[in-house]
């Protein structure tokens, strides 16, 4: 019973976190939601029923879920915001650089960098990718980061789906 448990409960979590690479308003969107979520439930269910323990093992599954869930969501929305940006400056002046973007963009997004900071990203990155790794490792950590590209290459490459 326990690996029919174990199966419910990841494939209730897989279900939710792919959920995201879904169109909000569609019918795959809902679906694959409810049936994430009736997953999880049924495994947690199962947990309580088992004991104590199985229930702060539950709870604490969940929470995890759900704060994972919401970060990759909130991630997922500033990065579409900021491609959304670049997109409308292009939009309105054609012949505007990557750095005047990018100087835009982080006087927008970051306010917590200043101007030094701001020429240090941006004369340093070869594309708007860089700098807006840059820009979040900065904003994030306080220092920049180096070397480019970091270990993750690939999330990066996903952005050019936005």
């Known amino acids: ?13 897989i279900g939710y976190l792919s959920r995201y690479y879904l169109e909000k308003d569609t019918i795959q969107y ?10 999880m439930t049924v495994g947690v269910v ?3 029923l088992d ?14 879920i759900i704060l ?25 002046n054609p012949e505007i650089n ?7 963009i982080i006087k927008s997004n970051f306010p917590k960098i200043k101007q030094p900071v ?15 790794y840059k820009a979040v490792e900065y904003d994030q950590s306080g220092k920049i980061k180096k070397p480019y590209p970091p270990e993750n290459l690939d999330d990066l490459d996903d952005l050019e789906d936005f």
Do not use: P
Request: proline content about 0%; glycine content about 6%.
């Open 68 to 92: 994972l869930a919401k970060g990759l969501e909130s991630d997922k929305r500033f990065l579409k915001k900021i491609y959304s940006q670049i997109d409308e400056y292009r939009s309105l």
């Open 30 to 39: 809902k679906l694959l939601s409810w049936i994430s979520v009736l997953l």
């Open 118 to 132: 701001i020429d240090e990203i941006t004369s340093d990155s070869e594309d708007l990718e860089e700098m807006i």
């Open 51 to 64: 004991g104590i323990m199985g229930g702060v093992i539950a709870f604490s599954t969940v929470l995890l």
């Open 46 to 48: 199962y947990l309580l």
């Open 98 to 104: 990557d750095t005047e973007i990018m100087n835009k």
């Open 1 to 13: 019973m326990s690996g029919q448990l174990f199966l419910a409960l990841s494939l209730g979590l």
